[in-house]
């Protein structure tokens, strides 16, 4: 951020891949880390930990008003990467997203995606009832897809069914779930 009146406070930052899954959250492996914190260490909040816990309406990060502050959320490897969402604070502070440069970075660290926050163009951001902004990185992403396997050792007693889906042409893990009653396939 560029103005020491407006800290960075976030309620929350998912960066989700094409497969659907926020790898920004610390249990897939997200890490967060702030130029400064305006509450003591120790404090539950204002900790950059806080964007990337799970929790929409949670605890949020909070920075100093220092000029040339940041908050920096790093996957734990390279992903495709669709869509980012920020939940911001409520109440007056929202406000303080306005001006905010967000950058996201490949493998390389080259900015791959760029943009300003600004009252204009992220009203969702600075409104009570949403404080959400949900931005599409993959904005060339193919329709949503599924690929269907069907498979039978014996279709009087079982049939198995092997899903694979794709989306935005990304893979994700095969997986397979029994169906008891064979005419729910025919049908």
């Known amino acids: 951020h560029e103005s020491p009146e407006n800290p960075i406070e976030f309620q929350q930052i ?8 926020n790898y920004a959250l610390k249990e897939n492996g997200g890490t967060a ?11 539950s909040w204002g900790n950059a930990s806080c ?17 040339n502050g940041w908050l920096d959320v790093t996957l734990s490897e390279p992903r495709w990467i669709e869509s980012f969402a920020i939940f911001n604070s409520g109440f007056d502070m929202c ?17 791959v995606y760029e943009h300003r926050i600004s009252l204009s163009e992220d009203f ?3 409104d009570p009832s ?16 599924l690929k269907l396997i069907l498979a039978s050792s014996d279709i009087a007693t079982k049939v198995k069914v092997f899903a694979f889906y794709s989306l935005s042409g990304g893979p994700l893990n095969p997986f397979e779930f029994s169906i008891a009653e064979p005419e729910a396939v025919q049908n």
Do not use: M, W
């Open 95 to 111: 406000r303080y997203a306005n001006g905010h440069l967000v950058q996201l970075f490949d493998q390389e660290n080259q900015v």
């Open 130 to 145: 949403q404080l959400c902004a949900l931005k599409f990185i993959n904005e060339e992403s193919k329709v949503v897809t």
């Open 51 to 67: 964007v990337i816990d799970g929790d929409r309406y949670g605890y949020f990060n909070r920075t100093a008003c220092l000029p």
């Open 33 to 43: 880390a702030q130029s400064s914190n305006e509450y003591p260490p120790d404090a």
């Open 14 to 21: 998912e960066i989700s891949g094409v497969d659907g899954i």
């Open 124 to 126: 969702s951001l600075f």
